[in-house]
């Protein structure tokens, strides 16, 4: 079994030296930060970011557990989650998803509560809290390797959660998280 830490750490640095490779000037924050592992500002430093970063071996059925914290909406438009999957061996490359943090919120929620929810099971038979839920790939496949995201603001960025979450946002059922910037104006994916 891996140590959590290590895999923490590892997803950090491999994000750290992507940014680099694309021109951002990166610094590690060492748990000082809460909601931010890295912060990288462009090479013309134009631009300041702040990245939440999720790592996970789970590389045959990719998963994170992002926890209550995740929910909460962004500070800025320039709050990210870049959640990664680690390779079985070191000489392969990692896999990436870049995700605005009101999208995290969003596809997190919308995943959680509709199988929290789900039509036709007993009740009580599913009992995770949010706070200890997995959210799985397919949630956010449409983020995967979308390094160029990071060049404008979140609200500019497309919404890439598949496209039946959209109706489930909607749904009393399921919705979204308290306080959730699209509430009153879901925009269009």
């Not at 830490?5 to 060492?30: D, F, M, N, Y």
């Not at 998803?97 to 099971?121: C, K, M, Q, S």
Request: aromatic content about 10%.
């Amino acid at each position: 079994m891996t140590d959590r830490k290590l895999t923490k750490s590892t997803g950090e640095h491999w994000v750290c030296t992507v940014l680099s490779g694309l021109g951002w000037a990166v610094a590690l924050t060492r748990d000082g930060i809460e909601r931010t592992d890295v912060l990288a500002a462009s090479a013309d430093s134009s631009i300041m970011i702040s990245v939440q970063v999720k790592a996970s071996r789970s590389h045959q059925k990719p998963n994170w557990v992002l926890g209550a914290k995740s929910l909460l909406p962004a500070r800025t438009d320039r709050e990210w989650y870049v959640l990664v999957t680690l390779p079985p061996t070191a000489w392969e490359a990692p896999v990436s998803f870049v995700v605005p943090r009101d999208h995290i919120a969003a596809g997190f929620w919308i995943a959680y509560r509709n199988w929290l929810t789900e039509p036709g099971v007993p009740a009580g038979k599913r009992n995770t809290s949010v706070a200890a839920a997995h959210t799985f790939e397919p949630v956010f496949r449409g983020y995967r390797d979308r390094w160029d995201l990071l060049e404008a603001p979140t609200s500019a960025a497309p919404v890439l959660l598949p496209p039946d979450y959209r109706p489930l946002a909607l749904d009393p059922r399921v919705g979204l998280p308290a306080g959730h910037p699209w509430q009153g104006t879901l925009p269009a994916w």
